[in-house]
């Protein structure tokens, strides 16, 4: 009897079945409400008629349990705006570091080659570099200004090629620079994901897409053509420029290799890596130079140049370690396709400054070899080329077809002199004109 009652109850508020009671003091388990008990037929009736969704929202607590109601579409909960602020400020992170890499990196390359105008001398020029990074993160580790990391003898050990690729490629690069300008040395760099692509496809059995195999064209021949046109052409600097490319791809790839799982940051994973190349470079510093030879060009460029002659020495050695640092520090914070776009854009800030500080003449075939290949790397990291590539075969099979005089190599020479503006009258596509 009392159930039927219940059951007429709950009928009249409008709920097909009863609510069961929860005890307060029990864990609260939910009952669903399509229990029901056999009872004889009620008629249908609806008191509560709702036009927009209801949503139930429950408080546990050690009181008994309240519940509450919203309309969906009026009083729903404000979103959080913490995510916004944590991913400006992290943007605006990245770009402080960014502009901190990019200015570290002029200076050095301006101080390194006037270091080495006036002292030809870039095995121990590499060697003072390393050297004063090293003793700048000795010092911070000392005083707690940055945590010393934790390494074993497994660490090292998986260190040690990535080192002595990077003590080649430093010194290469440094060598090219003492033989040729700055912003030549920087153009045939811009060339690096070339020697990545050919070594991990024929050395490590990798595989590409055909985008990234087409970007090596804009890359190499702007390399070349920048090569053939430059004035100052020595072939001991193109070839530490070469030397340093590769280098410095077999850094990368024994780093890949080597040093995942290893929780190191950035900033102390370089510092240990300029440590190990200083005692790797140290010897064959002395061997290849040594001292004799170091003592008479110190003197002479003191007495050419003056006291700023050992400022000039001391900026080059210790912005070079601050801006490989700061290049870590970034990468750790970005993705490695944002960290080559960055890369690309150092190199040009790099090549615009040192011409107009040092005046070093450019012709425009060369001026256009540097644009090629710089192009070139940065399609190669945002894998454009393919679409850019389908488009210039467009327009250059739409001319061969109205002009079937003109051959494919005439095309090219027509192309190096004249631009693409107007219209063909015969097929109203692109034309050359001068």
């Not at 009897?1 to 508020?13: D, E, G, N, R, Y």
């Not at 454009?384 to 061969?400: E, P, R, V």
Request: charged share 15%; aromatic share 12%; with cysteine.
């Amino acid at each position: 009897m009392v159930l039927a009652a219940k059951q007429t109850l709950s009928a009249k508020i409008g709920f097909s079945a009863p609510l069961p009671r929860r005890n307060p003091s029990s864990s609260l388990q939910r009952l669903p409400l399509s229990l029901s008990f056999p009872s004889p037929a009620l008629p249908k009736r609806t008191v509560l008629t709702l036009s927009k969704p209801l949503h139930l929202s429950s408080l546990r607590a050690k009181s008994p349990v309240r519940r509450s109601a919203y309309e969906a579409d009026k009083s729903e909960p404000p979103q959080p705006i913490d995510d916004t602020k944590s991913e400006a400020a992290k943007k605006l992170k990245i770009g402080v570091y960014f502009a901190t890499w990019w200015a570290l990196n002029v200076v050095f390359n301006i101080y390194n080659k006037k270091v080495l105008n006036a002292y030809p001398y870039p095995w121990l020029t590499s060697t003072l570099s390393l050297a004063a990074g090293s003793l700048m993160m000795l010092i911070s580790w000392a005083v707690g200004i940055v945590e010393t990391p934790k390494t074993d003898f497994d660490f090292w050990k998986t260190l040690f090629p990535v080192a002595v690729a990077h003590t080649i490629g430093h010194v290469a690069a440094t060598v090219s620079m003492s033989k040729v300008a700055v912003s030549f040395t920087h153009i045939i760099k811009s060339g690096e994901p070339a020697f990545s692509v050919l070594v991990s496809r024929f050395l490590l059995g990798e595989t590409f897409p055909t985008s990234v195999y087409l970007s090596l064209i804009p890359i190499i021949g702007g390399c070349a053509l920048s090569a053939l046109t430059e004035l100052n052409f020595n072939m001991i600097g193109f070839m530490g420029a070469m030397i340093s490319n590769l280098a410095f791809v077999f850094r990368n790839i024994f780093s890949k290799k080597g040093m995942k799982g290893k929780s190191v940051s950035g900033m102390n994973y370089y510092a240990c890596l300029s440590m190990l190349s200083l005692l790797i470079l140290t010897p064959f510093a002395f061997a290849v130079e040594g001292p004799q030879m170091w003592i008479d060009g110190w003197q002479k460029a003191l007495s050419d140049i003056g006291p700023q002659f050992v400022w000039w020495v001391a900026a080059q050695s210790v912005f070079y370690h601050l801006y490989n640092q700061v290049s870590y520090m970034s990468l750790d914070q970005i993705s490695p396709l944002t960290f080559s776009v960055g890369n690309t854009m150092k190199r040009i800030s790099v090549i615009v400054s040192s011409i107009i500080i040092f005046r070093t003449p450019v012709q425009p075939v060369n001026a256009l070899g540097a644009a090629i290949a710089i192009l070139g790397t940065f399609l190669y990291s945002q894998r454009l080329l393919a679409s850019l590539l389908g488009l210039f075969i467009i327009i250059m099979n739409q001319y061969l077809k109205c002009h079937p005089h003109v051959t494919l190599s005439r095309f090219f020479a027509r192309l190096a002199g004249k631009t693409l503006i107007g219209q063909c009258m015969e097929c109203s596509g692109p034309m050359l004109n001068s």
